[in-house]
């Protein structure tokens, strides 16, 4: 080879190499900062623990600490519009049944677009909702509680995280299915929900089992049925809600990763390779068992196609139910 068409094509080949590098480096440098991992609701709740069980996994893996923000208010909407603005490439969010498939039909009016303003990341955990009463109400099953609230219509209050949470679809799920009325006293938060459930000052209530299996197993709260599918390993003298009258009947709350539509696809696919990870590993494993949660996992298409069916599926709850904001 001619030794000057060698020099041009060695000095061609590096300058090539030169500008690929810093292209990688960049791709590579991400996260450069701790994650910011927001969770709408209050502490205390099934978000709490499904979002600190990702955080912690995440945090091992992407190189930079994974921090949970909880922000809660206006049924998660203030939380959601904070974080459709953000543009800093390390804000997320954790996605939610209430915030995703049910405000959007909820509200006249939203500070953001859960379609547009967000892009899947990964459906992160499913937890079962459990319906249960302070042990100061008469009745030892669904039955019995169904038969006690008719004998007494417009007597009796269930509390909910809020309007539009996932306790509140629950229990008017469940009042469409079984023909029931009962109360509905909105609370800001899960934790503050149940304080009043465990001091008798509400009867009943749809939670998450993350957050109730230890009151339950204590026996300062009764579970009179499972929204799930199957009973539980954790609750096994717990009948279904479809065992006790209802067959078909399903309520699982469930819980993914949002990110700003502002962040890189990139980005976004990294964050959703290391959440399937994350979900899939030991510690996390160990931790939603013990909380009756189910890991999922799952990439950015396989999330944005569940939740378009979710939002399908809750709008005709929302509408019949006339669910309206606080």
């Known amino acids: 080879m001619n030794p000057t068409r060698r020099t041009l ?7 090539s190499l030169a500008g690929a590098l810093p292209l990688r480096a ?44 909880n922000k809660p208010g206006a049924s998660g909407n203030i939380a959601m519009a904070e974080v459709a603005r953000a543009d800093d490439q390390h804000t997320v969010i954790l996605g939610h049944i209430g915030t995703l498939a049910v405000n959007p039909y909820m509200y006249d009016k939203l500070p953001y677009d859960a379609n547009k303003d967000f892009k899947a990341v990964s459906l992160l955990a499913k937890v079962p909702s459990l319906y249960v009463v302070n042990p100061a109400v008469p009745a030892k099953d669904l039955k019995e ?13 269930y509390g909910s995280a809020g309007n539009g949470s996932a306790g509140h679809l629950a229990m008017e799920y469940l009042k469409m299915t079984a023909n029931i009325f009962i109360t509905h006293i909105p609370y800001k938060g899960t934790g503050p929900q149940l304080t ?17 299996l230890q009151h339950i197993k204590a026996g300062k709260l009764r579970c009179i049925a499972t929204g799930s599918a199957q009973r539980l390993p954790q609750l096994p003298d717990v009948p279904t809600v479809a065992e006790q009258g209802f067959p078909g009947f399903e309520m699982t709350q469930w819980y993914g990763l949002l990110a700003p539509a502002t962040m890189a696809q990139a980005n976004v696919d990294r964050l959703a390779a290391e959440a399937q990870k994350a979900m899939k590993s030991q510690g996390a494993l160990e931790r939603l068992n013990q909380d009756a949660a189910q890991s999922v996992g799952g990439s950015p298409a396989q999330f944005a196609q569940f939740i378009a069916s979710e939002q399908k599926r809750w709008k005709q709850v929302v509408d019949r139910a006339r669910i309206k904001p606080e």
Do not use: H
Not at 152 to 157: D, S
């Open 196 to 212: 009043d459930l465990l001091a008798g000052r509400l009867e009943a209530a749809s939670v998450g089992a993350s957050a109730i």
């Open 9 to 15: 094509l060695g000095a061609a080949g590096a300058a």
């Open 26 to 69: 960049f791709a590579q440098s991400w996260p450069s900062k701790p994650i910011r991992f927001v969770v709408p609701f209050a502490p205390g709740g099934s978000s709490e623990i499904i979002a600190r069980s990702a955080a912690a996994e995440m945090a091992k893996t992407l190189g930079q600490n994974v921090f949970v923000d």
């Open 145 to 157: 509680f169904i038969a006690l609230v008719k004998a007494k219509p417009g007597t009796m209050n």
